[in-house]
């Protein structure tokens, strides 16, 4: 695959953030339907992560498999760290807790993380392509469906901080160029080899880890809060479901 072609896959990815973005403005967007969503990726997500990019994760490394393991949890950790530890009020889905972002300034660290993760997003999509266009492909539609509702997280962050629609906006815009970001730097990157390894035998794994958090620790908390009950639930299941059709059709 041509790399303007795996720019437009990023590309697609960051638009999606923006819509998002644009989407916390209305007051007549779905909030239920995008709990669905949120579900929907989260599950894709999981049956990616799990089926599709630890095995062949693995298979880029003979021996020993302890490494791409370490990377994975690495990966993990560092979502941990930038979006919990050192931002000190986020979570994934509408921000509706006014006085904590107020009071802690956290809007701006919040938006901060998510561009790292964002990043990520971007990476995970390039280098999935740069193994084969098959896990691209998974990788590629697992990530799209989280990026509507991360674009609408972002935006509701800033307006909860007090700021203007416009910033709100802004704020989605940046986290589309973010994975823009991410997309190209794998690109870039992606023919490095380190230790007689090419780059994408650690990012794979890396940012399987990445993914992961996304999908078990950002999404699944989002699903299981109240208001979404058993359906939002279920789309988890339906996204698991949605993985086996993706694969009979790549
Ligand atoms: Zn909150
Ligand atoms: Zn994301």
């Given at each position: 695959?041509?790399?303007?072609m795996?720019?437009?896959?990023?590309?697609?990815?960051?638009?999606?953030?923006?819509?998002?973005?644009?989407?916390?403005?209305s007051?007549?967007?779905?909030?239920?339907?995008?709990?669905?969503?949120?579900?929907?990726?989260?599950?894709?997500?999981?049956?990616?992560v799990?089926?599709?990019?630890?095995?062949?994760?693995?298979?880029l490394?003979?021996?020993?498999?302890?490494h791409?393991?370490?990377?994975?949890?690495?990966?993990?950790?560092?979502?941990?760290?930038?979006?919990h530890?050192i931002?000190?009020?986020?979570?994934?889905?509408?921000?509706?807790?006014?006085?904590?972002?107020?009071?802690?300034?956290a809007?701006?660290t919040?938006v901060?993380?998510?561009m790292?993760?964002?990043?990520?997003?971007?990476?995970?999509?390039?280098?999935?392509?740069?193994?084969?266009?098959?896990?691209?492909?998974?990788l590629?539609?697992?990530?799209?469906?989280?990026?509507?509702?991360?674009?609408?997280?972002?935006?509701?962050?800033?307006?909860?901080?007090?700021?203007?629609?416009?910033?709100?906006?802004?704020a989605?815009?940046?986290?589309?160029?973010?994975?823009?970001?991410?997309?190209?730097?794998?690109?870039?990157?992606?023919?490095?080899s380190?230790?007689?390894?090419?780059l994408?035998?650690?990012?794979?794994?890396?940012?399987?880890?990445?993914?992961?958090?996304?999908a078990?620790?950002?999404?699944?908390?989002?699903?299981?809060?109240?208001?979404?009950?058993?359906?939002?639930?279920?789309m988890?299941?339906?996204?698991?479901?949605?993985?086996?059709?993706?694969?009979?059709?790549?």
């Open positions: 695959m041509g790399a303007t795996l720019i437009v896959y990023g590309l697609a990815a960051s638009c999606a953030n923006i819509a998002g973005g644009v989407l916390v403005s007051p007549r967007i779905g909030r239920t339907a995008l709990k669905y969503l949120i579900g929907l990726g989260a599950g894709f997500m999981l049956a990616t799990f089926l599709a990019v630890v095995p062949e994760a693995v298979a490394w003979e021996k020993p498999h302890l791409p393991m370490a990377w994975l949890l690495a990966g993990y950790l560092m979502l941990q760290l930038f979006e530890t931002a000190p009020h986020f979570h994934f889905g509408e921000e509706t807790h006014e006085d904590a972002m107020i009071a802690h300034h809007a701006l919040g901060g993380a998510l790292i993760h964002a990043f990520f997003d971007g990476v995970s999509i390039t280098i999935g392509f740069l193994v084969n266009t098959h896990l691209g492909l998974l590629f539609f697992a990530i799209l469906l989280h990026k509507l509702p991360e674009g609408f997280t972002v935006a509701s962050m800033v307006l909860a901080a007090g700021r203007t629609r416009n910033d709100a906006r802004m989605s815009l940046l986290l589309g160029v973010a994975t823009l970001a991410g997309s190209c730097s794998a690109l870039a990157f992606g023919q490095v380190i230790w007689s390894r090419p994408s035998a650690y990012a794979l794994p890396l940012s399987a880890g990445v993914t992961l958090y996304v078990a620790s950002d999404l699944i908390p989002e699903v299981n809060k109240r208001e979404g009950g058993l359906r939002a639930s279920l988890v299941f339906a996204g698991v479901a949605l993985f086996y059709l993706a694969e009979l059709f790549f």
